[in-house]
């Protein structure tokens, strides 16, 4: 018996061998001082309960990311650990319910499918279909090309017939054709960064520059910001990855290049 509940709260069989308890710190959770929960050690080497781990995956999962990293700082750093745990070994150290298991395994499902596959329904049929050419707005139906004997091919962004030449990575010539997202990016508030000293007047949304992902920082904590599509971590304020913005600066001060301008143009992403 791997887990125990006690008044309705997850915990750690202390019985059970095949788990490393630790008496330290929760490092999910920086305010911890419960000596008496026990909290087993991940494969990071990083500490937590049943209930920090499930919280903060199911977090992760709201914030549309499926892929769980370990959160923790290393040891006397500013540096996230960002080791990825496996489904396995969360299911298992999170003591996942079944009706937890049936939410973290559905979503998982339908979050993997729309980052690794572009689709939509067809705006006539229905069906889903898949755009394979991420710089072209002009998308196939198979099924009503079948159906009415004839090509048919509608716009990605405004969901009508497709008119005009083909392909085009901007808009279709349909009237009202136009990109929300760069829209928004153009046009958004600005906005401040109250624990990034010297962040002031920064674009409130962000295009990911990996793979395009509208994205918007919550304000709290680090410039930093992790893409919830393809989980490359980036720089919301010189949109630099957070790699090459950490070597003239850190996570809690101004970008050396400053803030980078409204974005004019979505990235594509190329997934080769």
Not at 22 to 41: W, Y
Not at 113 to 119: G, K, M, P, Q, R
Not at 150 to 174: I, M, T, V
């Amino acid at each position: 018996m791997t887990t125990q509940q006690q008044e309705g709260e997850k915990q750690y069989d202390p019985g059970d061998t095949t788990l490393k308890f630790v008496n330290r710190q929760d490092d999910l959770d920086p305010l911890d001082d419960d000596t008496e929960t026990l909290k087993a050690e991940m494969s990071c080497g990083h500490a937590v309960t049943p209930e920090s781990l499930t919280g903060w995956c199911r977090s992760l999962l709201d914030q549309s990311q499926f892929k769980f990293l370990c959160p923790a700082l290393e040891d006397g750093t500013f540096v996230k650990c960002g080791a990825e745990w496996s489904y396995q070994e969360v299911r298992r150290l999170a003591v996942l319910t079944t009706e937890e298991m049936e939410h973290f395994e559905k979503t998982m499902a339908a979050l993997a499918a729309a980052t690794y596959c572009e689709y939509k329904s067809c705006p006539v049929c229905e069906t889903f279909v898949e755009r394979e050419d991420l710089t072209n707005l002009s998308v196939l139906c198979t099924v009503c090309t079948a159906d009415k004997g004839q090509r048919y091919e509608f716009c990605w962004q405004c969901l009508k017939q497709w008119k005009g030449p083909a392909p085009r990575s901007d808009r279709c010539d349909n009237n009202g054709c136009i990109n929300q997202d760069l829209d928004l990016l153009k046009n958004c508030e600005t906005t401040s960064l109250p624990q990034v000293a010297g962040v002031t007047d920064c674009p409130s949304i962000r295009a990911c520059p990996t793979c395009g992902q509208r994205v918007e920082h919550d304000k709290t904590g680090c410039k930093n910001i992790l893409c919830p599509r393809c989980n490359k971590e980036f720089c919301f304020v010189c949109l630099k990855l957070t790699e090459e913005c950490l070597e003239t600066s850190s996570y809690f001060t101004a970008c050396s290049a400053g803030v980078a301008p409204r974005q004019t143009s979505i990235p594509t992403w190329n997934r080769n």
